[in-house]
Nanobody, 126 residues
Framework: QVQLVESGGGLVQAGDSLRLSCSVSGRTISRFAMGWFRQASGKEREFVGVISWNSGYTHYSDSVKGRFTISRDNAKNTVYLQMNSLKPEDTAVYYC???????????????????WGQGTQVTVSS
């Protein structure tokens, strides 16, 4: 059984940084592109960014580009989301997902993701 567990969320102030981790068990992530999504209260889940299976390709939403960075360590079966210069509008539950259909570039479409974590809350105060 594939399990994704996010960690590293918390309450921070605007301008601070956080690093989220997504630890995967049950299957190697080397065959998957890994994506991060977020869902703010009362809103739909939205794409944040994605990294290809070998870290050769990354893509970010315009709202986080230049502030967030995704990385992965396939040996540790873990993906990271480094979030810098956080803003109150970044407040959301952050989810990681595994996309086995598009390993070379990943997808911004959550329907392409077969596996999801339970999410971790990030709250940014002004």
């Amino acid at each position: 059984q594939v399990q994704l567990v996010e960690s590293g969320g918390g309450l921070v102030q605007a301008g601070d940084s956080l690093r989220l981790s997504c630890s995967v068990s049950g299957r190697t992530i080397s065959r998957f592109a890994m994506g991060w999504f977020r869902q703010a209260s009362g809103k739909e889940r939205e794409f944040v960014g994605v990294i290809s299976w070998n870290s050769g390709y990354t893509h970010y939403s315009d709202s986080v580009k230049g502030r967030f960075t995704i990385s992965r360590d396939n040996a540790k079966n873990t993906v990271y989301l480094q979030m810098n210069s956080l803003k109150p509008e970044d407040t959301a539950v952050y989810y990681c997902g595994a996309d086995g259909l598009n390993p070379y570039d990943g997808s911004y479409d959550e329907s392409q993701y077969a596996y999801w974590g339970q999410g971790t809350q990030v709250t940014v105060s002004s």
